[in-house]
Nanobody, 115 residues
Framework: QVQFVESGGGLVQPGGSLKLSCVVS????????MGWYRQTSGPERELVAV???????NIIDPVKGRFTVSRDSAENTVTLQMDSLKPEDSAVYYC?????????WGQGTQVTVSS
């Protein structure tokens, strides 16, 4: 069973920063990729950033240059450093893993960017 512990969400003013952290635990699976999705009011979750086991990173264009994703494979942790935040970054952010047994998402943490 895959378990997530997400932290770091909250309320921040435009231009501010937040750092999201996620620790994944459990047995019976091997993690391939780790990253973050986000969801606003719509039904779809949007990939924000992902790091593969080889260290290759993919970050979506709207946040490129402002967000940084990092992974510690030994500790099964992934972080998302978010700088120069904009109101349109407001969403529920979900930790994500692609493992050999399937894809999993955490419970989500709210990020609100507002003055």
């Amino acid at each position: 069973q895959v378990q997530f512990v997400e932290s770091g969400g909250g309320l921040v003013q435009p231009g501010g920063s937040l750092k999201l952290s996620c620790v994944v635990s459990g047995t019976g699976f091997r993690i391939r990729s780790m990253g973050w999705y986000r969801q606003t009011s719509g039904p779809e979750r949007e990939l924000v950033a992902v790091v593969t086991s080889s260290g290759w990173k993919n970050i979506i264009d709207p946040v490129k240059g402002r967000f940084t994703v990092s992974r510690d494979s030994a500790e099964n942790t992934v972080t998302l450093q978010m700088d120069s935040l904009k109101p349109e970054d407001s969403a529920v952010y979900y930790c994500y893993i692609n493992a050999d047994v399937g894809e999993y998402w955490g419970q989500g943490t709210q990020v609100t960017v507002s003055s």
